[in-house]
């Protein structure tokens, strides 16, 4: 069985080093650790057992890696679960406060109307707050 080489340059080892150590997100550290790990001649399943992935993710990861260099380690934007309350909703967020601004109940009962959307309060308070907007309502049911 052949394992698979990677072979860093200084610069690239400290970058990842810094990502390892400094990144944003625990996903990016744990990527630019796994090129780290690689980069020392560890087979993949150790990686996998040390870093609690599987091997398929640690081959993934090298071949972005590869392909992309350390900015393909980054989370590319698009992923995840796509928002409820957006940009394009802010304005009627801010219509339903207005005019009803003591029950948040009543307000998420609006914009649920006006919007086609179910959401909790949780998720009304979130984008309120990414907002900045005051959030002192009573939660009356």
């Not at 080489?5 to 650790?33: I, M, N």
């Not at 081959?59 to 934007?77: C, H, M, P, S, V």
């Not at 308070?125 to 309502?137: C, E, Y």
Request: proline share 1%; charged share 30%.
């Amino acid at each position: 069985m052949k394992i698979r080489q990677v072979e860093l340059t200084d610069a690239e080892r400290k970058a990842l080093d810094h990502g390892y150590k400094h990144g944003k997100t625990a996903s990016y550290r744990k990527r630019c650790h796994i090129i780290l790990l690689k980069s020392d001649g560890r087979i993949a399943k150790d990686i996998a057992q040390i870093t609690d992935t599987n091997i398929q993710s640690v081959y993934n990861w090298l071949n972005r890696y590869d392909a992309e260099g350390i900015q393909g380690l980054q989370t590319k934007a698009g992923q995840g679960r796509p928002r409820i309350l957006d940009k394009q909703h802010e304005q009627i967020v801010k219509d339903c406060i207005s005019e009803e601004c003591q029950r948040l109940s009543l307000i998420m009962d609006k914009l649920q109307q006006q919007t086609g959307k179910q959401f909790s309060q949780m998720t009304l308070k979130r984008f309120l707050k990414k907002l900045a907007t005051p959030i002192n309502v009573s939660v009356k049911g």
